[in-house]
């Protein structure tokens, strides 16, 4: 899920059965061809220049009005930094600082949007990323909505990636805030910020059944990108390394890992910083109330994930305090915290409604546990497919 410009999409799909959206589905979307956009960076004479455009446009002010959230009711009309819960972080979501191989793979992916119909009716929206092995070495893996999204989602018109960069590393701790009225500036994130550089999308694709059905009920909320640095001769994955992917993984329950740059509270189960009370009808424990500002890498972890035939493609439903900001961050199993290492089967796709229930389970059996959920979008058939593109194309 995303955020853009203060509205937030996607999330609820309480009453939503899985019978229903199975039975909607297309049918053959596994052997339909995903949905490339058109090239951010089209091959040509000009390509280099061009991806050094791309890349140049996104200065430190643009990284932070599109990367942090911008929370109401704050006394500097900034938003809210993030803060930690007084009873200590949990497995529902926690800053990771263990290093390892996802601290480099994982990263911040940052995308302006255009109107198909209207040009000039532009977005800049936040989401998370991350590079997996590849014939190419240049993939990352992301949600559908963080490149395509349209009325499907309550949008008016169908809204598409023409600008987008990953952060890979991405550490926002020293990255002042976006001054509202002011200026983007001319100023560069320097390795403070970019420890492995800013890396511009140059193509991208989504799925088949994303295209056509651009929500939460329907789609496979899969997108996949290649990314290609100004001057750098090596893939990303060189760079930095690459995890490991798999698809058809199926079956719970399932030890997960997801990570990602959470930025948004509205769709935050613990959030409660400015509006005293919040969700205390749910039983939420202010002890356990917390803060997002988009800065810094989190991660969830949960032995207790719920498979979801209710996608199109297939998934997991976790426990996971997680927010809109790591939309598109990956969801790995057979993972090692001393290593950073696992195997990547999913991306985050949306959160818990304004409930608290797993997105439709309450609907369907209300004695069914009631809090904050992250619901993962796996990779099956159709995903594969844009993989196979992805890693067939060059950067």
């Known amino acids: 899920m995303i955020t853009r410009r203060g509205r937030t999409v996607g999330g609820a799909l309480a009453g939503t059965v899985a019978a229903l959206a199975l039975a909607a589905a297309p049918a053959h979307a596994d052997d339909t061809p995903p949905y490339a956009l058109p090239p951010l960076v089209p091959a040509g004479p000009a390509h280099d220049q061009n991806l050094a455009a791309e890349v140049n446009y996104w200065t430190t002010d643009r990284i932070a009005q599109a990367g942090f959230n911008d929370d109401s009711g704050n006394e500097n009309g900034q938003g809210a930094d993030a803060y930690a819960p007084t009873g200590g972080w949990d497995a529902l979501s926690a800053p990771w600082g263990s290093g390892g191989l996802i601290s480099r793979t994982a990263g911040k992916l940052l995308v302006h949007m255009h109107n198909t119909s209207n040009s000039s009716d532009t977005q800049s929206v936040s989401c998370s990323a991350n590079v997996v092995t590849s014939a190419n070495q ?128 509205i769709r935050n189960w613990y959030w409660g910083k400015n509006n005293d009370g919040t969700n205390a009808s749910y039983g939420v424990p202010a002890a356990q109330r917390r803060g997002y500002d988009g800065r810094t890498l989190m991660y969830a972890h949960s032995g207790a994930s719920i498979d979801d035939a209710q996608l199109g493609d297939m998934g997991h439903d976790m426990p996971s305090a997680m927010s809109p900001g790591s939309s598109g961050g990956p969801v790995l199993t057979g993972f090692d915290p001393a290593t950073g290492t696992g195997t990547q089967i999913a991306v985050t796709s949306r959160f818990t409604n304004s409930t608290g229930d797993a997105p439709w389970y309450l609907w369907v059996a209300p004695s069914w546990q009631v809090g904050p959920w992250s619901v993962t979008q796996g990779f099956g058939a159709q995903s594969k497919a844009v993989y196979d593109l992805a890693q067939a194309a060059t950067p």
């Open 138 to 265: 240049s993939v990352i893996t992301a949600a559908g909505h963080c490149f395509r999204v349209d009325s499907n989602v309550g949008l008016t018109g169908t809204y598409e990636a023409d600008n987008a960069v990953f952060i890979p590393g991405f550490n926002g701790a020293a990255l002042a805030r976006h001054v509202p009225g002011g200026t983007p500036g001319t100023t560069l994130p320097g390795p403070d910020v970019a420890p492995y550089g800013v890396w511009g999308v140059t193509q991208a694709w989504v799925t088949y059944q994303w295209h056509v059905h651009s929500n939460w009920t329907l789609g496979a909320d899969v997108g996949m990108a290649v990314v290609a640095k100004p001057g750098e001769s090596q893939p990303i994955g060189q760079v930095v390394g690459a995890q490991n992917i798999a698809f058809g993984d199926s079956g719970n329950p399932k030890q997960l890992y997801q990570f990602g740059y959470p930025r948004d509270n």
